[in-house]
């Protein structure tokens, strides 16, 4: 719950940001009105019905281009961190409505289990891999849109999407000539950002290409520690990214209503990245409790076909190939205890997808066919000495049907059905096996009202489900199993556009109810809890209150509650959920002084939250406000950008271990402190 001084903080800070814009409003009118994008008008993809936003039943946040055309955010975990109802921790996948998007692939027990994470990244349709800790999410260019799901979003996705899902589009290629340089720095990290974007067509309406580039070289802002026995073999300090994609668009005249879009990728990411804990006496120090360098690489081919038979049959197909590499090598003050991992993966995505009823208003949807493969090898060597091999494979029926009755009325009626299977050999010591199997049904329903022109409402229920695993238990020495989990998630909401979609509306109350919820212990031991349930609400606004003025504003409350009388588990019953904050809220304001010159500042507040099940006070992280201020200035082809984040240098921690016996000097991760930056970008 939130104390006296935390909601004095957002208090102060949102005095400020209203004191500023009040200052805004004072000074010169821009020349145009400004407008802002309509939730009519955005289109939500990763539900795979391309749906507007505001026909969405799911509860989705998207974030647009114009948010991420900046330095402010070289993260994908940074660019999400404001949204209602996520929490972002340092080398965890978003969590969202207080369940662990990492969930049971945390750590150590992904190495030894294989497991996938419960909130996955899907860019452009392609899911990316996760391992054990987040890392290669750094770079954002020539992004359209970032769609972050609260809520499982099995039904069309698959077995690891129970938490949610954030989707990433990344722009495709035009047939008019288009380019883009950007260099852009941050003083914190040291960052230096250059960027580059060129497209255009190599026969009229007929093919074209994109091809973009980044380089973000950098160091962290750690105060490494080199021993006076060895010195480390790699730059303790480096964070360096690299991003080339290629995209070729086809669309021939000779085949009406084709196209063909082939994408190349190649991504490396290295240095002091994932994780990243200090020693908790005072950790403002920087000093680590872990020196590590990491390696994430991956190079991804696939192949997107789009065709139109009819007036009411069109076919998708996405093929894609993946070859990822990820591991690292860490310094240590005893020389015998360094280790080094390497994880080498080849995955395949095939989906294939027919809509139908694309000219009936009154009944239409799609029917897909969906397959997954990945194999992978791991070996750590030095301080720790294991190895494995995985192979792994999905395959799926999905579908979802729309249709009109009555008046305004709409039933959307989806499912799934998936046999998953997966073998994971574990070697340490002795070998270990985890061989299972298993078909899974995952059905969704959603009744939408038409309220009126501008507004919708809905009410929907939903299945998510992520799979059993097994891994090794590090402080017993024992290999173990534990069961898969699922949750049945309600939901009811509404959506609101008015005024020519210049004021914005959306609401989702839930309730999620979890059986078999994988948690993990103080030991960082997998087990199954009876129940889980969480429910609570989102709320988010958007408004241009003038016509060079505009406002947007975000709330997430919620509420979780551990169900598990057991003699096993009856001293967590009625805990909460750890990094499960009560209230979450952003607010931002916008303000065009002339058409060119703008200024932007925000604020977001997470409250405290436990962090491990057992609800130790000792361990309370969160309870913190962030202020943002930018300001931009864009004149024909130039944009030149200028900001501040953590404007006040705010200090809070979102993870906290106190000194003890397992860790004497303790660990904490803490919020990114004050950050100036700036940026020039040149489009033609």
Excluded: C
């Amino acid at each position: 719950m939130p104390n006296d001084k935390t909601i004095g903080d957002f208090k102060l800070h949102t005095l400020s940001l209203l004191v500023l814009t009040s200052l805004y409003s004072t000074a010169s009118k821009a020349e145009d009105d400004q407008t802002l994008e309509s939730i009519e008008k955005i289109i939500v993809i990763g539900e795979k019905a391309d749906r507007t936003l505001k026909d969405t039943a799911s509860s989705v946040s998207v974030i647009a281009e114009e948010t991420l055309r900046s330095l402010q955010h070289i993260t994908i975990s940074q660019a999400v961190s404001e949204i209602p109802n996520v929490v972002t921790l340092t080398g965890s996948v978003p969590d969202i409505r207080g369940v662990s998007g990492n969930g049971s692939a945390t750590g150590f027990n992904g190495v030894s289990g294989g497991a996938r994470a419960r909130v996955s990244t899907l860019i452009d349709g392609v899911a990316e891999p996760f391992m054990a800790d987040l890392t290669g999410d750094s770079g954002i260019w020539d992004i359209e849109q970032i769609e972050v799901f609260r809520g499982p979003q099995s039904t069309n996705n698959g077995r690891n999407n129970l938490g949610g899902l954030i989707y990433i589009k990344t722009k495709d290629p035009s047939y008019n000539w288009e380019g883009a340089a950007r260099l852009g720095y941050r003083n914190q990290n040291q960052y230096v950002d250059s960027s580059v974007m060129v497209s255009g067509p190599l026969i009229d309406e007929q093919l074209a290409f994109r091809f973009t580039g980044q380089l973000l070289n950098g160091d962290s802002f750690d105060n490494s520690v080199i021993y006076e026995t060895h010195e480390p073999g790699f730059d303790l300090n480096e964070l360096k990214t690299t991003r080339i994609k290629a995209k070729l668009l086809w669309e021939p005249d000779a085949v009406k209503d084709f196209s063909a879009l082939v994408t190349v990728s190649d991504n490396h990411e290295k240095g002091d990245t994932g994780r990243k804990y200090y020693t908790a006496n005072n950790p403002w120090d920087y000093i680590p409790t872990g020196q590590r360098y990491m390696n994430t690489d991956s190079t991804t081919l696939s192949l997107k076909l789009d065709y139109t038979l009819s007036d009411s049959i069109a076919f998708d197909l996405l093929v894609a190939g993946m070859d990822y590499q990820w591991g690292f090598d860490s310094y240590d003050v005893d020389i015998t205890n360094q280790q080094s991992l390497t994880v080498d993966e080849d995955n395949l995505t095939i989906d294939s997808k027919m809509r139908f009823g694309l000219n009936n208003s009154q009944f239409y949807g799609f029917v897909g066919l969906a397959y997954f493969e990945r194999e992978q090898d791991y070996q750590s060597i030095g301080g720790s000495i294991y190895h494995g091999h995985d192979e792994s494979e999905s395959k799926a029926l999905y579908g979802e049907a729309s249709f009109v009755f009555a008046n305004g009325f709409t039933l959307i009626a989806g499912g799934r059905v998936e046999r998953e299977s997966q073998y994971r050999d574990f070697v340490m010591d002795q070998a270990s096996v985890l061989d299972q199997a298993n078909t899974i049904t995952l059905p969704k329903l959603v009744l939408q009202y038409a309220i009126s022109n501008n507004t919708t409402a809905t009410v929907s229920a939903r299945k998510g489900y992520n799979g059993a695993g097994g891994a090794l238990d590090w402080y017993a020495g024992e290999y173990y199993y534990y069961d898969s989990e699922s949750v049945n998630t309600f939901e009811a909401g509404v959506r609101s556009s008015f005024n020519s979609g210049n004021i914005n509306l959306s609401a989702n109350l839930f309730y999620n109810d979890y059986s078999d919820y994988q948690a993990t212990d103080y030991n960082r031991r997998i087990s199954n809890i009876d129940a889980v349930t969480t429910f609570g609400f989102e709320a988010e606004a958007s408004a241009m209150l003038t016509q060079d003025f505009k406002v947007n504003a975000g709330l997430g409350l919620m509420r979780s509650e551990i169900k598990d009388s057991s003699p096993e588990y009856e001293h967590i019953n009625g805990n909460e959920l750890s990094s499960a904050p009560g209230i979450t809220a952003n607010l931002g304001a916008s303000y065009w002084f002339t058409d060119a010159l703008s200024a932007r500042a925000s604020i977001n507040y997470v409250d405290d939250y436990y962090g491990e099940i057992t609800n130790s006070e000792e361990r309370l992280a969160g309870n913190y406000s962030v202020a943002r201020v930018s300001l931009n200035y864009e004149l024909d082809n130039w944009l030149i950008n200028a900001f501040i984040n953590n404007l006040t240098d705010k200090q809070a921690t979102t993870v906290y271990e106190p000194p003890g016996r397992r860790y004497p000097d303790g660990y904490a991760a803490i919020i990114d402190p004050r950050t100036v930056g700036g940026s020039v970008t040149y489009r033609f």
